[in-house]
């Protein structure tokens, strides 16, 4: 719920740039002054550089590439996992009490606890990436989806059961699509968190990948170059997150929210 | 016949039970249409739940020609007090939502759905979302989504409360078309004395919590009834004898 009126498109650029400069402001005069080293923290002009070099003569573009995918399979695969155990958690008294404390338990160990063991596993190929992704994705997505079916709405499903429909269709034409958006807000978080998961699984034991290029800059003293890659990130977190944002409106234009 | 017999129901609050419905007993004849008025909070919401299979009485039996109820199905539709449309389905879908989980026909459902539309007076809105209408409308895709439905049994938890006067009488006359063209049984829960009295055949006053039967009222007035009733000295009459054992 938000508090004041509607504003206009353009106020909304006005403030969000408004933000933006005012970073970006601290950032240069802290560096351009000299007044922290650019080895600590480059300028954001130097950054840009990097950035550009990196795109240029280094394998960016190829970075972005394997980790966009490793995030692309370790979140299908999460996904597929999480849809029917979460639908099964929200709508079984049975099975919550079956499966929840294991994914409880699973939840609390970080996914980087993992990485040993994925790598004894299945050495340090894409299938091990992939594997600590859905190890960090998989159960928060499934207690997210669960808690969205749980609180779906009663009288709806009522109101189907006394119009004849029977379990299976109360599921599929009541309570799925009740629920969709609720799912696709919360496959919006865990991208945010699958981006961290990807970063992790690439500072150990990579050949490709922004994590890999961190580390690698690390090694060399790049700075600069850390700095360009920590942009990258952000800007393609931005980006997924935006792209649910709006396909959100799209998908679900009878939500309130599709208005806000 | 819609037998409810010795119906009683507790519910549980902070560890306290307490008796909301207390031993009610209530044969509905085949094509009857019955109305309940009862003061606010006395369990008719409740009661309607129980007949239409969606809570399990504390004890006592609801028999559907002879058979107990123990699950909600498409025999007892109800119009529900608050707004239950889905919201995911603009109005055409919402009143097609029962046809189409029995797979009817395709063509059936659209000549159902397009009746009930115009019945209704909806048909510009088919297109809309529920969130896009107002109380008033959404209420009334409700009533169509059920009478699309075509139910044995038609409950009604107060389904004109939301409407302006003008919209309540246009839908009362309705149903009493609908009544008296296809002899449905109705059970209409209503706090509004003249809508009970205009619609109805028997009109059942509860008394506040512990919910028991306090009175039966036949309704004399012949049928085909019209709105010209409402202003007849009779009606006038009658409807405060309901009144004034409701009010007391
Ligand atoms: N799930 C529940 N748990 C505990 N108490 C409940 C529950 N549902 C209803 N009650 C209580 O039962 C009583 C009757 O509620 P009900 O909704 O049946 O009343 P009503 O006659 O339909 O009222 P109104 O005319 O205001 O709609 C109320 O006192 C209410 O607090
Ligand atoms: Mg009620």
């Known amino acids: ?260 | 016949m819609l037998e409810i017999s010795n119906i009683s129901k507790l519910y549980k609050h902070n560890d306290q039970w307490s008796e909301v419905i207390k031993d009610v007993t209530l044969p509905i004849a085949d094509r009857e249409f019955i109305a309940i008025v009862g003061p606010s909070g006395c369990g008719k919401t409740t009661l309607l739940k129980i007949l239409a299979g969606l809570l399990e009485p504390s004890s006592g039996k609801i028999l559907l020609d002879g058979k107990e109820i123990t699950a909600p199905g498409k025999d007892l539709g109800l119009v529900f007090q608050g707004f239950t449309l889905f919201p995911w389905l603009n109005v055409w879908e919402n009143i097609a939502f029962g046809l189409n989980i029995r797979n009817l026909k395709q063509e059936e459902v659209v000549k159902t759905v397009n009746h009930y539309l115009t019945v209704t007076g909806l048909k510009d809105f088919a297109e809309y979302f529920p969130k896009d209408l107002s109380g008033g409308m959404q209420q009334r895709v409700a009533i169509a989504r059920t009478l699309a439905n075509n139910p044995k049994i038609l409950l009604m938890d107060e389904p004109f409360g939301a409407l302006d006067s003008q919209t309540r009488s246009q839908m009362q006359e309705f149903l009493t078309r609908l009544w008296e063209a296809e002899h449905k049984t109705v059970v209409f829960v209503t706090h509004d004395v003249n809508e009970a009295v205009f619609l109805a055949d028997k009109v059942y006053v509860f008394s506040p919590q512990p919910t028991e039967i306090k009175k039966v009222f036949n309704v004399p007035f012949p049928r085909p009834r019209t709105h010209a009733l409402k202003r007849t000295k009779e009606f006038f009459d009658f409807s405060n004898q309901v009144a004034h054992e409701f009010e007391q």
């Open chain 1, 1 to 260: 719920m938000k508090l004041e009126r509607k504003i206009s498109r353009n106020k909304y650029i006005l403030f969000g740039s408004a933000g933006l400069l005012v970073f970006l402001s601290v950032w240069s005069l802290l560096t351009y002054t000299g007044l922290v080293p650019a080895f600590f923290l480059p300028p954001p002009s130097k950054v840009l550089s990097a950035i550009a070099d990196l795109l240029i003569k280094g394998n960016l573009l190829g970075d972005i590439f394997a980790s966009s995918s490793r995030i692309f399979f370790g979140f299908l695969l999460s996904l597929v996992v999480a849809l029917p155990i979460g639908i099964a958690l929200g709508i079984s008294r049975k099975f919550e009490a079956f499966i929840e404390p294991i994914i409880a338990f699973i939840r609390y160990i970080p996914p980087s606890a993992f990485i040993p063991l994925a790598i004894i596993w299945f050495g340090i190929g894409e299938l091990e990436k992939v594997t600590i992704l859905f190890m960090g994705i998989a159960p928060y997505l499934t207690l997210l989806i669960a808690d969205v079916v749980i609180n779906s709405r009663r009288d709806l499903v009522e109101a189907a059961l006394t119009l004849g429909a029977d379990h299976q269709s109360v599921i599929l034409k009541v309570i799925l699509p009740n629920c969709f958006p609720g799912i696709w807000d919360s496959l919006r978080i865990m991208m945010g968190a699958a981006w961290t998961f990807v970063i992790i699984a690439e500072i150990v034991g990579a050949s490709a990948g922004l994590g890999h290029l961190m580390i690698e800059s690390q090694r060399f003293l790049r700075t600069d170059n850390i700095f360009g890659g920590i942009v990258v990130i952000g800007f393609l977190g931005l980006t997924t997150d935006y792209f649910f944002k709006v396909t959100y409106k799209s998908l679900f234009k009878w939500t309130e929210k599709s208005n806000a």
